[in-house]
Nanobody
Framework: QVQLMESGGGLVQPGGSLRLSCTAP????????MGWYRQAPGKQRELVARVTSRHSNANYVDSVKGRFTISRDNATNTVYLQMDSLKPEDTGVYYCNHIYSPSIWGQGTQVTVSS
């Protein structure tokens, strides 16, 4: 059974930081570009950051560029998202997965940015 497990979310004040972690089975992670997705309240899930498999080249949507950093550790099947200078609009459930239109998802981790 495919299992993606996200963790590290929580409640944080604007300007704060969080580090999200995701463990994924080799069947999903190995050789694939991986991404972090965000689903804000009332909105569709969107890909906000992605990282390639071999060279860990990263790309971000404009709204998080310069504030979020995605990384991966292929030895431990883990993908990370360092989130700094958080804003209220970063609030949502965060998921990790490969970037090729995934159909199976983990439970995600809730991030709430509020004073």
């Amino acid at each position: 059974q495919v299992q993606l497990m996200e963790s590290g979310g929580g409640l944080v004040q604007p300007g704060g930081s969080l580090r999200l972690s995701c463990t994924a089975p080799s069947s999903i992670l190995s050789g694939n570009s991986m991404g972090w997705y965000r689903q804000a309240p009332g909105k569709q899930r969107e890909l906000v950051a992605r990282v390639t498999s071999r060279h860990s080249n990263a790309n971000y949507v404009d709204s998080v560029k310069g504030r979020f950093t995605i990384s991966r550790d292929n030895a431990t099947n883990t993908v990370y998202l360092q989130m700094d200078s958080l804003k209220p609009e970063d609030t949502g459930v965060y998921y990790c997965n490969h970037i090729y239109s995934p159909s199976i998802w983990g439970q995600g981790t809730q991030v709430t940015v509020s004073s």
